[in-house]
Protein backbone atom coordinates (compact mmCIF):
# COMPACT_ATOMS: atom_id res chain seq x y z
CA UNK A 1 0.00 0.00 0.00
CA UNK A 2 1.91 3.36 -0.80
CA UNK A 3 1.95 5.98 1.43
CA UNK A 4 3.48 9.44 2.16
CA UNK A 5 6.44 9.19 4.25
CA UNK A 6 7.25 12.05 6.80
CA UNK A 7 10.14 12.25 8.87
CA UNK A 8 11.00 12.66 11.69
CA UNK A 9 7.77 12.38 13.05
CA UNK A 10 8.23 14.26 16.04
CA UNK A 11 10.58 17.61 16.47
CA UNK A 12 11.20 19.68 19.59
CA UNK A 13 13.85 22.35 19.14
CA UNK A 14 14.71 25.88 20.76
CA UNK A 15 13.44 29.28 19.44
CA UNK A 16 16.27 29.92 16.68
CA UNK A 17 17.23 26.75 15.90
CA UNK A 18 16.82 25.43 11.67
CA UNK A 19 14.40 22.83 11.85
CA UNK A 20 14.35 20.53 8.42
CA UNK A 21 11.13 18.60 7.64
CA UNK A 22 11.74 15.42 5.14
CA UNK A 23 8.90 14.08 3.00
CA UNK A 24 9.03 11.22 0.38
CA UNK A 25 5.63 11.49 -1.48
CA UNK A 26 4.29 8.33 -3.28
CA UNK A 27 5.92 6.86 -6.04
CA UNK A 28 4.17 8.31 -9.58
CA UNK A 29 3.33 11.07 -8.05
CA UNK A 30 3.89 14.75 -9.28
CA UNK A 31 2.37 17.04 -7.33
CA UNK A 32 3.13 17.56 -4.07
CA UNK A 33 1.94 19.71 -0.97
CA UNK A 34 3.14 20.95 2.54
CA UNK A 35 0.22 21.98 4.40
CA UNK A 36 0.41 23.21 8.45
CA UNK A 37 -2.18 22.61 10.82
CA UNK A 38 -3.21 24.46 14.04
CA UNK A 39 -6.22 23.90 16.42
CA UNK A 40 -7.11 27.82 15.28
CA UNK A 41 -6.40 27.96 11.73
CA UNK A 42 -6.97 24.29 10.44
CA UNK A 43 -4.84 23.53 7.69
CA UNK A 44 -2.88 25.56 5.76
CA UNK A 45 -1.52 25.31 2.46
CA UNK A 46 2.26 26.62 2.65
CA UNK A 47 3.29 25.72 -1.10
CA UNK A 48 2.81 23.00 -3.67
CA UNK A 49 5.04 21.74 -6.72
CA UNK A 50 4.35 19.98 -9.91
CA UNK A 51 7.31 17.89 -11.60
CA UNK A 52 9.22 19.58 -8.38
CA UNK A 53 8.70 22.96 -9.92
CA UNK A 54 7.35 25.44 -7.11
CA UNK A 55 4.28 26.80 -7.94
CA UNK A 56 2.56 28.53 -5.31
CA UNK A 57 4.93 29.37 -2.25
CA UNK A 58 2.37 32.45 -0.96
CA UNK A 59 1.31 30.69 1.91
CA UNK A 60 4.60 30.57 3.55
CA UNK A 61 6.62 33.25 5.20
CA UNK A 62 9.33 34.05 3.21
CA UNK A 63 11.85 35.21 5.67
CA UNK A 64 11.64 32.09 7.75
CA UNK A 65 10.64 29.20 5.59
CA UNK A 66 11.84 27.37 2.31
CA UNK A 67 10.72 24.48 0.35
CA UNK A 68 12.72 22.12 -2.30
CA UNK A 69 12.08 19.23 -4.00
CA UNK A 70 16.01 18.21 -4.89
CA UNK A 71 14.64 15.26 -6.67
CA UNK A 72 11.39 13.25 -7.09
CA UNK A 73 11.98 11.38 -4.35
CA UNK A 74 12.00 13.89 -1.76
CA UNK A 75 10.55 17.56 -0.49
CA UNK A 76 12.22 19.76 2.04
CA UNK A 77 10.59 22.65 4.17
CA UNK A 78 12.82 24.34 6.64
CA UNK A 79 12.26 26.77 9.11
CA UNK A 80 15.27 29.05 10.07
CA UNK A 81 15.11 30.61 12.75
CA UNK A 82 12.25 28.63 14.29
CA UNK A 83 9.54 30.76 16.33
CA UNK A 84 7.23 29.52 18.96
CA UNK A 85 4.33 30.54 16.59
CA UNK A 86 6.16 27.55 13.99
CA UNK A 87 4.86 25.31 16.61
CA UNK A 88 1.96 22.85 14.61
CA UNK A 89 1.58 20.24 12.52
CA UNK A 90 3.04 19.45 9.30
CA UNK A 91 1.51 17.75 6.61
CA UNK A 92 3.52 16.74 3.29
CA UNK A 93 0.61 15.64 0.58
CA UNK A 94 1.30 14.26 -2.78
CA UNK A 95 -0.81 13.59 -5.49
CA UNK A 96 -1.13 12.68 -9.45
CA UNK A 97 -2.19 15.77 -10.62
CA UNK A 98 -4.46 14.48 -13.11
CA UNK A 99 -7.63 16.01 -11.40
CA UNK A 100 -10.88 14.78 -9.69
CA UNK A 101 -9.84 11.26 -9.50
CA UNK A 102 -7.00 12.28 -8.03
CA UNK A 103 -7.19 13.24 -4.39
CA UNK A 104 -4.67 14.22 -2.28
CA UNK A 105 -2.37 11.43 0.22
CA UNK A 106 -0.78 12.77 3.00
CA UNK A 107 1.90 11.79 5.36
CA UNK A 108 1.32 11.08 9.01
CA UNK A 109 2.96 14.33 9.45
CA UNK A 110 5.85 15.90 11.26
CA UNK A 111 4.72 17.68 15.33
CA UNK A 112 6.86 20.49 15.48
CA UNK A 113 6.96 21.73 19.03
CA UNK A 114 9.55 25.41 19.52
CA UNK A 115 9.74 26.42 22.37
CA UNK B 1 -13.64 35.74 6.54
CA UNK B 2 -12.05 32.60 5.49
CA UNK B 3 -13.02 30.90 2.29
CA UNK B 4 -14.50 27.68 4.09
CA UNK B 5 -16.05 27.58 7.03
CA UNK B 6 -16.80 24.90 9.28
CA UNK B 7 -18.24 24.19 12.76
CA UNK B 8 -15.75 22.72 14.71
CA UNK B 9 -17.66 20.80 16.97
CA UNK B 10 -17.26 18.66 19.03
CA UNK B 11 -20.15 16.84 18.42
CA UNK B 12 -20.68 13.92 19.81
CA UNK B 13 -23.80 10.97 19.33
CA UNK B 14 -24.67 7.89 20.34
CA UNK B 15 -23.95 4.89 18.03
CA UNK B 16 -26.60 4.01 15.36
CA UNK B 17 -27.57 7.96 14.74
CA UNK B 18 -27.31 9.76 11.96
CA UNK B 19 -24.32 12.38 11.70
CA UNK B 20 -24.84 15.15 9.94
CA UNK B 21 -21.30 17.67 9.05
CA UNK B 22 -21.43 20.76 7.05
CA UNK B 23 -19.47 23.30 5.23
CA UNK B 24 -20.13 26.69 3.81
CA UNK B 25 -18.10 28.30 1.44
CA UNK B 26 -17.60 31.99 -0.24
CA UNK B 27 -15.78 31.59 -3.66
CA UNK B 28 -18.02 30.66 -6.52
CA UNK B 29 -15.57 29.29 -8.46
CA UNK B 30 -15.27 25.81 -6.23
CA UNK B 31 -15.95 23.24 -8.56
CA UNK B 32 -14.90 20.21 -6.72
CA UNK B 33 -15.63 18.98 -3.36
CA UNK B 34 -14.12 16.45 -0.70
CA UNK B 35 -14.47 15.20 2.72
CA UNK B 36 -11.58 14.29 4.35
CA UNK B 37 -11.24 11.75 7.39
CA UNK B 38 -8.38 12.21 10.25
CA UNK B 39 -8.24 9.78 13.08
CA UNK B 40 -5.99 11.00 15.80
CA UNK B 41 -2.48 11.79 15.06
CA UNK B 42 -2.40 10.95 11.86
CA UNK B 43 -2.86 12.44 8.11
CA UNK B 44 -6.58 13.16 6.47
CA UNK B 45 -7.73 10.31 4.24
CA UNK B 46 -10.09 11.19 1.28
CA UNK B 47 -13.54 9.90 2.41
CA UNK B 48 -15.87 11.16 -0.15
CA UNK B 49 -15.52 13.63 -3.03
CA UNK B 50 -18.03 15.36 -5.86
CA UNK B 51 -18.23 17.37 -8.50
CA UNK B 52 -20.57 20.44 -9.01
CA UNK B 53 -23.77 20.17 -7.51
CA UNK B 54 -25.47 16.69 -6.45
CA UNK B 55 -25.70 14.08 -4.21
CA UNK B 56 -23.09 11.35 -4.00
CA UNK B 57 -23.50 7.86 -1.78
CA UNK B 58 -20.83 5.21 -0.78
CA UNK B 59 -21.97 2.79 1.78
CA UNK B 60 -22.93 4.72 5.21
CA UNK B 61 -21.73 7.64 3.80
CA UNK B 62 -23.65 10.73 1.54
CA UNK B 63 -22.00 13.91 0.15
CA UNK B 64 -24.62 16.54 -0.32
CA UNK B 65 -23.19 19.82 -2.40
CA UNK B 66 -25.45 22.88 -3.22
CA UNK B 67 -23.89 25.41 -5.21
CA UNK B 68 -26.78 27.57 -5.21
CA UNK B 69 -26.51 27.68 -1.47
CA UNK B 70 -22.55 27.40 -1.23
CA UNK B 71 -23.24 24.50 0.93
CA UNK B 72 -21.86 20.90 1.45
CA UNK B 73 -23.22 18.42 3.81
CA UNK B 74 -21.84 14.80 4.53
CA UNK B 75 -24.21 12.38 6.29
CA UNK B 76 -23.30 9.15 8.07
CA UNK B 77 -25.87 6.47 8.99
CA UNK B 78 -26.07 3.93 11.42
CA UNK B 79 -22.60 6.30 12.83
CA UNK B 80 -20.29 3.46 14.41
CA UNK B 81 -17.27 4.10 17.33
CA UNK B 82 -15.51 3.73 14.60
CA UNK B 83 -16.86 7.03 12.76
CA UNK B 84 -15.01 8.83 15.70
CA UNK B 85 -12.36 11.17 13.85
CA UNK B 86 -12.42 14.85 12.85
CA UNK B 87 -13.98 15.26 9.72
CA UNK B 88 -12.17 18.07 6.92
CA UNK B 89 -13.85 19.43 3.59
CA UNK B 90 -11.94 20.59 1.44
CA UNK B 91 -12.79 22.10 -1.81
CA UNK B 92 -11.00 23.15 -5.31
CA UNK B 93 -11.34 25.36 -7.92
CA UNK B 94 -10.74 22.97 -10.61
CA UNK B 95 -9.22 19.17 -11.50
CA UNK B 96 -6.66 19.19 -14.12
CA UNK B 97 -2.91 19.83 -13.13
CA UNK B 98 -2.80 21.52 -9.44
CA UNK B 99 -5.45 19.72 -7.27
CA UNK B 100 -4.70 22.64 -5.14
CA UNK B 101 -7.95 22.34 -1.81
CA UNK B 102 -8.81 24.68 0.89
CA UNK B 103 -9.72 22.55 3.51
CA UNK B 104 -12.16 23.69 6.86
CA UNK B 105 -11.32 23.36 10.16
CA UNK B 106 -13.01 20.23 10.66
CA UNK B 107 -14.91 19.23 12.95
CA UNK B 108 -14.37 16.56 15.82
CA UNK B 109 -16.88 13.67 15.93
CA UNK B 110 -17.41 11.24 18.88
CA UNK B 111 -19.47 8.22 18.40
CA UNK B 112 -20.39 6.63 21.85
CA UNK B 113 -20.67 3.25 22.18
Known amino acids: DARVTQTPRHKVTEMGQEVTMRCQPILGHNTVFWYRQTMMQGLELLAY????????DSGMPKDRFSAEMPDATLATLKIQPSEPRDSAVYFC?????????????FGNGTRLTVT | QKEVEQDPGPLSVPEGAIVSLNCTYS??????FMWYRQYSRKGPELLMYTYSSGNKEDGRFTAQVDKSSKYISLFIRDSQPSDSATYLCAMGTGGGATNKLIFGTGTLLAVQP
Open chain 1, 49 to 56: FRNRAPLD
Open chain 2, 27 to 32: NSAFQY
Open chain 1, 93 to 105: ASGPGTGLSSPLH
